[in-house]
């Protein structure tokens, strides 16, 4: 599938966490975090999230580093917190996020929460002006509703709003009730993350079941699952974690047990 004019696979790999937490920074483990992101790309992951909040922004520069010489390669999505949507605050973010990845452009920047003090409409000028500017080559948003999208979309005068990051997994499917739905006429791609229900879905007895079927995990179940609607991003640090998910990459479930996890969980 295409995202932001580049080839990428329908699964990516989040990397909250690493590199540190809330604003946070951790170098303690930077080597195996680094060792742990370019493992993914060698195992064929091509699309890395990851935020100006997470390590405030040390984990950016685990992903710039891990990545160094393939950016053309991989899709890199960066975010900005709410307290950074102003305009003149959403360009220096952006600008900052980008030299910590140490990129000539981040390929999609989202805002990562809706604010209820900044105008939408002043941030998406902002990443309008970004675009232009050479500073980001694709916008879009994080945690925004039908409604919030709307309004984000209907702000856009140049280009267009290409990806909605919302929690999605067979748990919380909220988001296809209207979301995905609406973001499917509109060509929005909906990126999931928190997609294996913070663990929950490895101990799923039913999952267990249909995964027995393809001589898969229950793991590569949900995310196949999830890859019909939308691009999950599941987070992993392990070797055989990322492994697990590589293997959901190829494995496409029939309609039928598809149909039964959509009803049935």
């Known amino acids: 599938m295409r995202l932001c004019d580049k080839e990428v696979t329908p699964i ?3 990397t909250w966490g690493m590199g540190g937490g809330f604003w946070t920074p951790d170098y303690s483990n930077d080597e195996a975090y680094v ?4 493992y993914a790309y060698e195992r064929g992951l091509r699309l890395f999230d990851t935020a100006e909040m997470y390590g405030g922004g040390h984990t950016e ?33 952006a600008i900052n996020s980008r030299a910590r990845l140490g990129i000539k452009a981040i390929d999609l920047y989202l805002i990562h929460w809706p604010s209820t003090e900044v105008p939408i409409i002043e941030s998406i000028r902002a990443m309008e002006e970004l675009i232009e500017r050479g500073v980001i080559r694709c916008m879009g948003v994080s945690n925004f509703d039908v409604r919030l999208l709307e309004e984000a ?11 909605d990051e919302v929690e999605y997994s067979i748990y919380h499917r909220e988001p296809e009730r209207d979301l995905i739905p609406f973001a499917r006429r509109n060509n929005v791609t909906i990126i999931a993350y928190s997609p294996l229900g913070k ?5 799923d007895r ?7 079927r393809y001589g898969a995990t229950p793991v590569q179940v949900a995310l196949s699952y999830l890859k019909r609607s939308s691009i999950p991003i599941p987070k992993a640090s392990r070797r055989e974690h990322i492994d ?5 990459l190829r494995l496409e479930l029939s309609d039928d047990d ?4 959509r009803k049935g969980l």
């Open 12 to 14: 990516g790999l989040g």
């Open 35 to 38: 060792e742990a992101i370019r």
């Open 61 to 93: 520069e685990l992903v710039g580093r891990a990545l160094r010489g393939v950016q053309d390669e991989v899709l890199i999505i960066s975010k900005v917190w709410p307290n950074h949507l102003r305009h003149d605050d959403l360009i220096r973010s």
């Open 153 to 163: 979309m209907a702000a856009a005068r140049k280009y267009e709003v290409v990806a």
């Open 199 to 203: 663990g929950s879905v490895a101990r």
């Open 206 to 212: 039913r999952l267990v079941e249909i995964a027995g």
């Open 244 to 248: 697990e998910i590589a293997g959901a």
């Open 258 to 261: 598809y149909e039964a996890i």
